[in-house]
């Protein structure tokens, strides 16, 4: 049995609902396809959510890690292709801002994904949900978590593939939120369990 | 038991694949809530989609005319506020293209939908379903559907309640047009569900 | 010389600018075309904004009233196709807020616009201006504005052709507002110069 | 004197008119701030764009090479903060598609702009242009064009400054395209003028 850290975030900004909150702690410690899920709450904070997945890496030494990251607005299901060296945006959960900032000094400007992100685009097209890649997981937190983790996989060397997938908001957010796009989180849940499903 | 006339539509435009079809087709013969359900599927099709629904609405007999169309860019359920007597927009299934041509020559510029459209918003919120009063139906098919059905119900001095409820694309539209938002086929199923729950 | 009322909004909501109060005061007193300009900024309250029409309209005794509204989210100039007869929506500026109510007790529920609306969009057009026939103007303050003086008109008997443009976002209200789309204040004013030479 | 070395491209896919293309040979030869520009126009064409870049790079010895592209959709000015190592999406104007794709097969996953960005960002919207950075220029020839062009200076080592600003349709275009967000010719032409002029 291999094993995959799933990783989702605390609610931020004016998003009172994380749906990838909801499915991490719905997919801990359940088993999908050939994976065990170590699913982990990371916050919404630029000091302390890079350092949090890195430990979480070293105590789950994970074969996979799988980030989520709500994207309001979205209106499907999008694995990132890169993460930027770039902390940017507005403030984080701690009124911690950022602009126009590396992550790691001297790391590279980009790094693109080592999942198989056509794959899960095309699998979840498959099962009857919408996907495409993205080319862009912005400069927040979210990008944040994702360079940290690839930049890290890379420096230790490990053949541990690692990346991001963008979900649309819930309906519950949305009936918050009134303009965004949603699906249930039913829809959710499926679709990432379809991406582990997909996952060798 | 009372009954209620449901319709829907077939494909028109570039939208290869029309959901309302499905729910109508899904739903027919049903009993939901009070209602006994008569599921019809209309043409896109400035001559005949009028006298198609005139037509049912006779056989049938209903207590509620409730007509679903599908509103490609939607993200919410929305019941239409009202109908304008007004023709125009891309030519229908039939190659008829229509411009500020008047439905009724002698029929007034607007009329109201005569069913409870709050409620319904309210309902399908409590439901966790998105919904919102929509202010305008277009001046395509389902404006003229909207429109034709009110005008008969008014000049025959009957009280039956009559409107029109836009819906989302479903994902497996949303496939085939990449940038629509969309909902499952099962969420859009429980939202018109949940409306014909809602009616007295 | 004929004599046009040309009404604008003061700022409401989160939009601290607004764009349409700026070309009514820079219109006001001039000649476009065959008209005198009236220029008259209007305040976002349902409680006198449409008393204060009537008194300008009273006052100025115009041959066309053009009513001007800033629509955030707009790329094109849109001419109003019909108001129609209720206030909701969001709080007005003194924190008045209205659901499903009538404007006019027993007036109808809809009344389309007796601008020329088409010969606008296409002059627009020509003039090299993105402009479309809009099938909803809301149900706040310019949808207000725009029932209670096409009401009057007909109430009254009169002749004067009456009806509502809605305009996009200014590039100065986009620097605040950072979402909207936006035009230059000048392609603004052009438009709506552009509009009144179209009017016979 | 300075040089500046200023490219747009063809029309592509479904946009007859290319905003870039008009002023890229309306700046062509004129002296913009501490700039004499050198405008040349681009091929949508994923085996000749990249070459011809480099070409005119090497004809022109310019001090900055800034790379214009329209982004059909885009509310504002907005400058490219990194070009990534990939090919991606609808087929160009020679019928050539690439899917995921290296452009250059060693070259690092991301190289960032090496343009003042933040600095045109304050100054386009202190000259009242909406301006805002953007995370991602795509994987179509736009990004092709803006990853060679950083990587061939990389390369030789030279101090030359390069990189891309996406602009929003024009109304001209937006007429031909009717749901896009458009500028007036005018406007875009400025901003890309005050771009110039920021540049040291």
């Known amino acids: 049995m291999k094993k995959i850290l799933l990783t989702g975030f605390v609610p931020f900004l004016n998003y009172s609902i994380n749906p990838t909150e909801h499915i991490v702690k719905q997919l801990n410690e359940q088993t999908i396809g050939n994976y065990e899920v170590c699913g982990r709450v990371l916050p919404v904070d630029f000091e302390k959510s890079g350092k949090q997945i890195i430990k979480h890496f070293e105590e789950t030494e994970p074969d996979v890690v799988l980030s989520l990251g709500l994207a309001a607005g979205n209106v499907k299901i999008t694995p ?53 890649i993205s080319n862009t997981a912005g400069t927040y937190l979210c990008n944040h978590v994702m360079y940290t983790m690839l930049h890290q996989v890379k420096k230790e060397g490990k053949a541990t593939r690692s990346g991001f997938v963008h979900i649309p908001a819930s309906h519950e957010l949305a009936i918050l939120n009134p303009k965004l796009p949603s699906w249930s989180e039913q829809d959710l849940l499926r679709a990432v369990t379809v991406i582990i499903e997909l996952l060798d």
């Open 80 to 132: 990132e292709r890169i993460a930027i060296n770039c902390n940017d945006g507005e403030a984080d959960n701690r009124g911690s801002q950022k602009q126009d900032q590396r992550i790691v000094s001297d790391g590279p400007d980009g790094l693109f994904s080592t999942l198989p992100i056509r794959k899960l685009v095309n699998g979840l097209t498959d099962a009857n949900l919408p996907a495409a």
